[in-house]
């Protein structure tokens, strides 16, 4: 009987280390709720464009595993994503990727970051940001729809759009004053 006892005990801890948590945190994007937008325009620098995301972690660190677009549209390149911790220098759009002038020595590869900004009551000063970098790759302009982020705590979806503006605005009419027509 001793050994029935124990095989369920057995099982039964099997079954909830497989459906429990395992300990980690989640990764949340410091976004507006309905998604955010950011562009530009002015390719005289260059075609390729770095955009920051401020991301923190919930209940325990999280390690990061991949980043992918959820959809393109047009002559647009997703150039890849990096980690950038730092108190003082933030990106939000700005021209190179990565951009010139950073501190490299505060970029890491995406794939295996650990993100251990609590959200609710962060430590210190760093901020962290995925640092999101896209191209433009002919005179028409497109956008990148939103970002999935796999993570050891499951994925996050970003509402995050990036519109690299063609030479006519196309992609970009919501820049557009409104009565004025596209160039």
């Known amino acids: 009987m001793l050994r029935k006892e124990l095989a ?17 945190g989640t990764l949340q994007a410091i976004i507006e709720p309905e998604g955010e937008t950011a562009g530009f325009g002015d390719f005289t620098t260059g075609r390729d464009k770095s955009f920051g995301i401020f991301v923190c972690s919930n209940e325990g660190a999280v390690e990061l595993e991949s980043i992918e677009v959820i959809e393109t549209e047009g002559d647009i390149e997703f150039l890849g994503a990096m980690v950038y911790t730092s108190p003082d220098m933030f990106v939000g759009a700005t021209h190179g990727y990565p951009p010139d002038g950073l501190d490299v020595a505060r970029t890491e590869p995406l794939e295996g970051a650990l993100v251990d900004s609590d959200c609710d009551d962060p430590d210190g000063d760093d ?6 970098g896209a191209e433009r790759t002919s005179t028409g302009g497109g956008v990148i729809d939103g970002l999935l982020v796999q993570t050891s705590g499951g994925e996050l979806e970003i509402p995050f759009i990036i519109l690299l503006c063609g030479d ?4 970009c009419e919501v820049l557009i004053p409104e009565g004025e027509e596209a160039p």
């Open 168 to 171: 006519e605005l196309e992609w």
């Open 8 to 24: 369920v005990v057995a099982l039964l801890g099997m079954v909830l280390s497989a459906c429990g948590d395992d300990g980690g």
């Open 127 to 132: 901020r962290v940001q995925l640092l999101v």
